[in-house]
């Protein structure tokens, strides 16, 4: 696909996106206003189509908050060039201070490396691991430690957390796009992760995470050393 068409492309899809939320965000406001409107007047079954349709709509909109998210990170990449990691991750740990503060979070580091990327999308893929660390919390706060290791031609980067764990049945599906555990709301959207992999394939380089209940989870992503 030439640069052009690209650029059309992402339009397209920006623009669709862009009149889809509009009605998402109508639905869900009509629901919620006519079940606040008709309080103590519906019967029981009224009460949970109401609250079918307010759960839908939320999910509908998270969605669609996700296909936004997906081609803002992935429709226009920028241009690939040396980068320090370190300054790749103090802007990611910046994009979400907001977690990180309201859920006092401690996020470490070792001494990274210098690695040829597109620095928005990798600053967006530590963001994103964090990110999920964070939500996956347990108490009494959640410790993060981000490391970088040479080993052959590649870089591997790994993110690992004091949380919950994750099932072993589940490594693989939590980075499908759109894909939850079970009905787990904390994995909003559903895209954090697919992105993340997606750049990284993008780059040569892989994601995977290894993980037990209760013992934490630590995700790894490889990236070649040259260019």
Not at 29 to 48: F, M, W
């Given at each position: 696909?030439?640069?052009?068409?690209?650029?059309?492309?992402?339009?397209?899809?920006?623009?669709?996106?862009?009149?889809?939320?509009?009605?998402?965000?109508?639905?869900?406001?009509?629901?919620?206003?006519?079940?606040?409107?008709?309080?103590?007047?519906?019967?029981?079954?009224?009460?949970?189509?109401?609250?079918?349709?307010?759960?839908?709509?939320?999910?509908?909109?998270k969605l669609v908050a996700g296909l936004k998210t997906y081609m803002r990170v992935l429709g226009r990449p920028g241009v690939r060039r040396?980068?320090?990691?370190?300054?790749?991750?103090?802007?990611?740990?910046?994009?979400?201070?907001?977690?990180?503060?309201?859920?006092?979070?401690?996020?470490?580091?070792?001494?990274?490396?210098?690695?040829y990327c597109e620095p928005s999308q990798i600053q967006y893929t530590f963001a994103s691991l964090i990110e999920n660390a964070i939500k996956?919390?347990?108490?009494?706060?959640?410790?993060?430690?981000?490391?970088?290791?040479?080993?052959?031609?590649?870089?591997?980067?790994?993110?690992?957390?004091?949380?919950?764990?994750?099932?072993?049945?589940?490594?693989?599906?939590?980075?499908?796009?759109?894909?939850?555990?079970?009905?787990?709301?904390?994995?909003?959207?559903?895209?954090?992760?697919?992105?993340?992999?997606?750049?990284?394939?993008?780059?040569?380089?892989?994601?995977?995470?290894?993980?037990?209940?209760?013992?934490?989870?630590?995700?790894?992503?490889?990236?070649?050393?040259?260019?």
């Amino acid at each position: 696909m030439h640069s052009n068409d690209e650029e059309c492309y992402v339009r397209l899809n920006s623009d669709s996106l862009h009149d889809l939320t509009g009605p998402v965000n109508r639905i869900g406001t009509i629901a919620e206003l006519l079940v606040k409107r008709y309080a103590g007047q519906l019967d029981s079954e009224s009460e949970t189509l109401f609250g079918f349709i307010q759960e839908s709509s939320s999910r509908l909109h998270k969605l669609v908050a996700g296909l936004k998210t997906y081609m803002r990170v992935l429709g226009r990449p920028g241009v690939r060039r040396s980068c320090d990691t370190n300054t790749l991750l103090a802007d990611a740990k910046a994009s979400i201070q907001p977690e990180i503060d309201e859920n006092c979070a401690v996020v470490t580091a070792d001494r990274l490396p210098e690695i040829y990327c597109e620095p928005s999308q990798i600053q967006y893929t530590f963001a994103s691991l964090i990110e999920n660390a964070i939500k996956f919390r347990r108490e009494p706060r959640p410790e993060i430690h981000v490391s970088g290791t040479s080993k052959s031609n590649f870089w591997v980067f790994s993110v690992r957390d004091n949380g919950v764990g994750i099932d072993p049945k589940f490594l693989e599906r939590i980075f499908g796009t759109f894909k939850q555990i079970e009905n787990d709301q904390r994995w909003g959207s559903g895209v954090g992760l697919a992105i993340a992999r997606q750049i990284v394939e993008q780059h040569g380089g892989r994601i995977w995470v290894e993980s037990e209940p209760g013992a934490g989870a630590t995700f790894y992503f490889t990236l070649p050393h040259a260019a």
